[in-house]
């Protein structure tokens, strides 16, 4: 250090969306051949301060230098050109191409006429997999690869061209085996030795020893720490992730626990789910911690009827429901508020009154007719309640985010359910709104109904909810009461360590 | 915004009305106007089936196929000495049953609605031909061509009929929870699965119902010629598009009106005579309404557009 400036620094990076604050002042700096390892909890803004390295997004303040001298990175166009590249979690392939066209794709090698130059193609495309160390036919349709053989093509798509400088990496390794997993980490190692510095977002703490030189915790939307690796150890790292001030107030009302409504048994999806069992009480909410792809989504929409499970049983108030469906579901009670509620839970372009009569046709309207002003009569006192604000003939699509996720809320309400899947409730929703969503779980409760909670929010987690799942892969791998669940813990038993 | 944009299709409609005003004499009389309606009858009906299936983000390919199949079973059996009730019957049914197929195959096959109803369209179209063997069935009664030659007052049959199947729908669509349905699947089809709506079996039934106004088409389409042909309809589903989306429905489903359509519908009708009554070839007339067509909609995107901004 010292003589050289750094490769990357970003100074006091702000960035706001409606209602939330993203991140509040980040800083990073990358040194050459650094890997740079980038933790914490789901909307920490990891991906956000990524985006905004690679042109996705636009900063509202702060600095970005490059070599020491500050840059503006408008677009993606513009990162590329500053040398900084992308492996997305999401692949960006073209399954019916080869190897070689993925690489190049947009800077083919064309002869006159735009007739492509294959042998220039296959050659570059060779010069670059071996120069990598990777053993891939680049001949090879992208689509006939495993995963980690399209990771592979997907860094390698990155790194054309030569220049590269700055490599960020989200997640690569959580669709991999771990064999596949070492072959990424010694090219990644290979990399670094080259001076290219590796930005490495991860969930995987045993991955920040292995290969992390430097290691930056974030936590909603500030960077927690930046240290070398040896002066961390597990522990530290989880207390650093998880750390806040406590005083955030959460507004639950405690009810006497009834009977059980619903009862998951010995739940297992191939490669999703594996032997989930739990059951959900009457006056109860009960919350499922978890990291991305731990199969909470997944989980939500199974007990609703939106996906299919062959293996487990569900019971409603004790009896068998086999679920062929939604509609089976929503007649055993159950509501499913999806994680987006824009392409799970409305239909943008009808209108408040609507959307929340959708669900109650068959109620409404025995024989199909509706009697004038019977979807206004069913909806008006959920507004109400909801304190919607917008008019009821308004499109929902017209509604600001909390107000949606209440319209929402409102077709479940409308109807019987009691037993209510809330899946992210509080997700882009504002202060207010989120109290709102709060107060009504509680009322829920006290009706008797029952509240399956899931949650990125450590806080709402731990605030709202009577006992608390955690799952890792698919699995329940902690139950903890509500009461006594420390942030740590919670986050320990989501990162698979034993507690 | 809805009813702003139903306003302009209005206007265009009322502008174009007056611009041949001015040109030509002969456009605004009672007979001419009459006239006019009554030519549109056929693509309004149809077209009106046509924005069931478009409102729910579908594409209906089959509808011109389906007008001459369903008319040929109707010359056929009334030429075959079958009463005219039975004989409509069996039309009508014959169109449902196609539209069903095609709705049955696009809801469980899962198949894209284009590639179904084009092989509909092929398929429906080959029926007809093979039926017939290829030749027009001609030659009614009076009785049954009076559906189409009817008048009650100065209002031609056909117009009466347009005007009951536009007020049905209209009710279907605003008052039935088929026709929120129907809305609900255009605009998100998921959002209406997870609200428990048997979507599969509603969208077989809105091509359903697209076959059943095909096949009243085809009733007044016969009655009119006198005679049943095999190689009636084509390109009706062009016109039942255009005329769905001049009247301002989105071809992403979800949004539009019946209204709309019925203007639309009327925008062609009074263009296509205007152009005649103006001495102007077909061939320019082709053109002419082509040119419409991507202008209304250019129109629509781009007012939608300032809109969101």
Known sequence: ????????????????????????????????????????????????????????????????????????????????????????????????????????????????????????????????????????????????????????????????????????????????????????????????????????????????????????????????????????????????????????????????????????????????????????????????????????????????????????????????????????????????????????????????????????????????????????????????????????????????????????????????????????????????????????????????????????????????????????????HAELAGSTATEERVLSAALGLVN | MRSARQFGTLIGLVLLCAALWILTPHFLTVSNLVNVVEQTSINAIVAAGMTFVILSGGIDLSVGSIVALAGVVLGTALQGGQPLPLALTLALAAGTACGLVNGALISWGRLPPFIVTLGTMSIARGAALLFTEGRPVSGFDATFRAIATGRVGFVPAPVIAMAVVYAVAHLVLARTTFGRYVYAIGGNEEATRLSGVAVRFHKTMIYGVSGLMSASAAVLLTARLNSAQPIAGINYELDAIAATVIGGTSLMGGEGTLFGTLVGALIMGVLRNGLNLLGVSSFLQQIVIGAVIVVAVLLDTVLKRKHRM
């Open chain 1, 1 to 476: 250090m010292g003589d050289r400036p750094p490769v990357l620094e970003m100074r006091g990076i702000r960035k706001t969306f409606p209602g939330v604050v993203a991140l509040d002042g980040v800083d990073l700096t990358l040194e050459a051949g650094d890997i740079h390892m980038l933790l914490g909890e789901n909307g920490a803004g990891k991906s956000t301060l990524m985006k905004i390295l690679a042109g996705a997004y636009q900063k509202d303040a702060g600095e970005i230098r490059i070599n020491g001298s500050a840059v503006e990175i408008d677009g993606p166009r513009a990162a590329r050109d500053l040398g900084i590249r992308v492996v997305y979690q999401e692949f960006n392939l073209v399954p019916h191409l080869s190897i070689a066209e993925n690489i190049f794709l947009g800077e083919l090698p064309a002869r006159w006429g735009g007739f492509i130059d294959w042998r220039a193609l296959a050659d570059r495309a060779s010069a670059l997999l071996l120069d990598l160390g990777m053993t891939l036919d680049p001949r090879a349709l992208v689509g006939s690869l495993g995963l980690a053989q399209r990771q592979m093509v997907e860094i390698a798509k990155a790194l054309n061209g030569g220049d590269a400088k700055i490599l960020v990496m989200d997640e690569p390794t959580s669709a991999l085996t771990s064999h596949e997993v070492d072959h990424l980490f010694a090219l990644v190692e290979r990399l670094a030795s080259r001076g290219v510095s590796i930005v490495y977002i991860t969930h995987r703490l045993d991955e920040v020893f292995r290969i992390g030189r430097r290691i930056t915790v974030m936590r909603d939307g500030r960077q927690v720490t930046t240290t070398p690796i040896e002066q961390v150890d597990v522990p530290e790292l989880v207390r650093l992730m998880a750390n806040r001030d406590v005083s955030e107030h959460f507004p639950k009302t405690r009810v006497a626990r009834g009977p059980e409504l619903l009862r998951v048994e010995a739940l297992s999806v191939p490669g999703v789910l594996s032997d989930i069992s739990f059951s959900l009480h009457a006056g109860e909410v009960l919350g499922i911690a978890g990291l991305l792809g731990a199969g909470r989504t997944e989980l939500a929409r199974m007990i609703a009827g939106a996906d299919l499970f062959e293996d487990g049983w569900l019971f409603v108030d004790g009896t068998r429901a086999g679920l062929r469906g939604p509609a089976d579901a929503i007649k055993r009670g159950i509501g499913l508020l999806p994680e987006d509620r824009k392409t799970q839970g409305l239909v943008p372009g009808l209108t408040v009154v609507r959307n929340i009569a959708l669900p109650h046709g068959r109620r409404l309207a025995p024989f199909g007719v509706l009697a004038s002003g019977c979807e206004a009569e069913m909806a008006a006192p959920i507004t109400r309640e909801l304190r919607v604000k917008a008019t009821p003939t308004q499109p929902v699509r017209l509604l600001s985010g909390g107000n949606q996720q209440k319209v929402v809320l409102g077709k479940w309400l409308a109807g019987d359910s009691r037993i209510f899947i809330f899946d992210e409730p509080t997700r882009g929703i504002d202060v207010n709104g989120k109290v709102e969503i709060y107060h009504l779980m509680n009322r829920l409760t006290a009706r008797g109904a029952a509240v399956l909670m899931i949650s990125s929010e450590l806080p709402e987690l731990m605030g709202m909810s009577d006992r608390i799942l955690v799952m890792h892969r698919g699995r329940i």
